[in-house]
């Protein structure tokens, strides 16, 4: 067994992992993360199969590396394993399947079009806050139909969330708060909080009729308002920071809008918003001859499967005609993202938005901000022309 003491959540490889990925992919199809104890899979083929393969890298004893965040996953779709696991998402796939979220391009078109007209008037603004953050909290907000405090706290506060499944360091100690009081706050909400025909409002109903677990409708919004929204914001403020910094892709989206899509999942693939996840390995495993003992807790990179050169030629290069659908930035099988139809939707529409609107964009220097599961950008000086 192949081990290393790379600490993938130093600051340094927090800020930029991609030599220590390469490394981890070259030692062995499972590497030992000595500092941790714990067993990364790192290569495209296996990862994809690791997370397809739910019976052997379980979910049902928490996706995160610390024993506080494990112990308080709940009924949430991330956090089961089936039958729980199929029940929860119907309930939440009621509306947020392909044929739903086709429907509602045409709305998330207009608001996008909207948003880019009111940036060109400004032409200097922040990328995060200003763009990728608002347009996500004030779409899906309204689509759950949540509003005021509740929609504050979470647009603010959702990476707190995934920076407090990481191991117990100094991002964790700082941010467990936050996400403690997130969780409470979700956990006490009530049909009464929804706006009627949400698609929180529906979730309330699925449980009186008995279809998922008593209780269980606040921590499914969470699973709506916690990881559908940082993630999103991470994927957009990541993708059009690449097509700003890389002006011939800009310009090859600007004359092809059809484009829009692939450039979407291309900023995903480059940039997995969650780079790293966890999953359990009661049983053992042998994952192409790398073996991992019972009772092991597995990392899961999946920012370096997304950059294998295994898989994808030139895996470092940013190429929107890519068109890299099948890339693991959403995972995959059971577990595949439940939102990834409404993040697509988002992020062609606001793509689409900016290069049928905008001539140029130019991005200053970005302050990144480090998160123990999440790539994401804290704030990027932009201007648009």
């Known amino acids: 067994m192949p081990s290393t003491e790379l600490d993938p959540w130093s600051d340094e490889l927090l800020d930029d992992p991609w030599a220590a990925y390469r490394a981890i ?38 996706v995160s590396f610390n024993d506080l965040m494990n112990s308080l996953g709940g009924e949430t779709a991330p956090t089961t394993d089936p039958p729980e696991h199929t029940q929860l998402r119907r309930a939440m796939l009621s509306r947020l399947k392909l044929s739903e979220v086709r429907g509602l391009q045409e709305a998330l078109q207009a608001r ?26 004030e779409s899906i907000g309204e689509l759950v139909g949540i509003s005021g405090e509740v929609l504050e706290r979470f647009g603010a506060g ?52 008995g279809l998922v677990p008593e209780s269980s409708s606040g921590m499914l919004i969470f699973n709506y308002l ?26 090859r989206l600007r004359e092809n809008l059809d484009l829009a899509a692939a450039a979407f999942n291309e900023g995903l693939r480059i940039e997995a918003p969650i780079n790293i996840w966890a999953r359990g390995c009661r049983n053992g495993a042998d994952v192409d001859g790398g073996k991992i003992p019972p009772g092991s807790r597995v990392a899961i990179l ?15 290069r940013f190429e929107i005609a890519r068109n890299a659908q099948d890339h693991v930035a959403f995972g995959s099988g059971v577990h595949f993202c439940v939102g990834a139809p409404l993040a697509r939707a988002l992020g062609t529409a606001l793509l689409s938005a900016l290069a049928r609107q905008a001539t140029t964009i130019t991005c200053g220097e970005p302050v990144r901000r480090i998160n123990n599961i999440v790539r994401a950008f804290a704030s990027v000086p932009t201007e648009l022309r």
């Open 226 to 251: 916690g990881p559908g929204f940082d993630t999103t914001i991470a994927g957009l403020g990541n993708t059009i920071w690449r097509l700003a910094t890389h002006p011939e892709q800009w310009q």
């Open 25 to 62: 992919r070259d030692a062995g199809p499972v590497v030992h993360l000595a500092k941790y104890d714990l067993y990364a899979i790192s290569r495209y083929a296996d990862v994809k199969q690791a997370v397809h393969d739910w019976q052997t890298f379980t979910s049902a004893e928490g």
């Open 302 to 316: 999946l920012g370096s499967a997304n950059r294998d050169e295994r898989h994808y030629s030139d895996p470092d």
């Open 112 to 137: 996008a079009d909207g948003l880019v007209a009111e940036l060109l008037e400004r032409r200097t603004f922040d990328l995060v806050p200003d763009v990728a953050q608002r347009f996500v909290v």
């Open 158 to 209: 959702g990476d707190a969330i995934f920076c407090a499944l990481g191991p117990p360091n100094r991002h964790f100690e700082a941010t467990i708060p936050t996400a403690m009081e997130l969780l409470e706050l979700t956990a006490s909400l009530t049909k009464a909080d929804m706006v009627p025909g949400g698609m929180g409002w529906d979730l309330f109903e699925v449980e009186e009729q």
